[in-house]
């Protein structure tokens, strides 16, 4: 197999951790581009993802793109039911976060990081308020829900680790980061939760080595 990942990105964290947590690291070539300098625009990439966006695995004839469905395919393929449940009931909820994660919880956290840790970082100009309070709002919303959840949980799932986590938990660093403005204080659960996957030994093994690393 092969991995185009780069090192600025939760969505290659997510699928890196995955690929280590099912023990995949040895037989996988990992291929890192430079996404600031654009060094994922070429011809040749674009037959692998017409996206030309990271991450994408390729299997034998499969170019897989979608960080997600990624870490559906390594498990499945590693035959990890514990980290992937193939039961309908186990299967949906794993659908149902990854689907809720993009569309609500990370969206809003997304927003938040990129102004207050990743765009100074970069370099890229002082974190703007308007648009920090914009998306705090969404994300007080959608992190309570996580929050009430997690009551009781240790992982989303229940007791295991599972690519939910992986998924919903993408963005951990920079959430956890003292610059974040992630009101994290106000959802013990979702802290402690993040703080547990960061224990996690192929989540801790991915972790980004400065704080521009975690950055989208
Ligand atoms: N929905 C995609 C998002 C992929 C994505 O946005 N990747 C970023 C890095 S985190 C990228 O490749 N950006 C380069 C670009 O957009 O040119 C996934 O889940 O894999």
């Known amino acids: ?6 090192d600025l990105s939760p969505n290659s964290r997510r699928v890196l951790a995955a690929l280590g947590h099912l023990g995949f ?5 990992i291929q890192k581009f430079d996404i600031l300098n654009g060094e994922q625009r070429t011809e040749a ?22 960080a997600n469905p990624i870490m559906i395919y390594l498990a499945d393929k590693a035959g990890a039911d514990s980290f992937c449940p ?15 994660e993009v569309q609500h919880y990370n969206r809003a956290l997304g927003d938040i990081v990129w102004e207050t840790v990743a765009k100074p970082a970069f370099g890229m100009g002082a974190p703007d308020q308007t648009k920090i309070d914009a998306a ?7 992190a ?21 986590d ?4 993408a963005v951990s660093a920079l959430a956890l980061h003292p610059q974040s403005q992630v009101p994290l204080d106000d959802y013990p659960h979702v802290k402690a939760w993040y703080l547990r996957l960061e224990g996690v030994p192929a989540w801790q093994a991915t972790a980004p080595r400065a704080p521009a690393e975690a950055a989208e």
């Open 86 to 100: 193939s039961d309908p009931r186990g299967r949906i909820e794993i659908l149902r976060w990854m689907s809720w």
């Open 1 to 6: 197999m092969k991995l185009y990942i780069t």
């Open 144 to 164: 309570a829900v996580l929050n009430d959840h997690l009551a009781g949980r240790d992982f989303i799932l229940g007791e295991n680790v599972t690519v939910a």
């Open 136 to 142: 705090l709002e969404n994300y007080h919303r959608f």
């Open 166 to 169: 992986f998924a919903v938990g």
């Open 45 to 66: 990439f674009r037959a692998v993802n017409p996206n030309l966006k990271v991450p994408v695995l390729t299997d034998g004839d499969l170019n897989l793109w979608e």
């Open 25 to 29: 690291k040895g037989e996988t070539e």
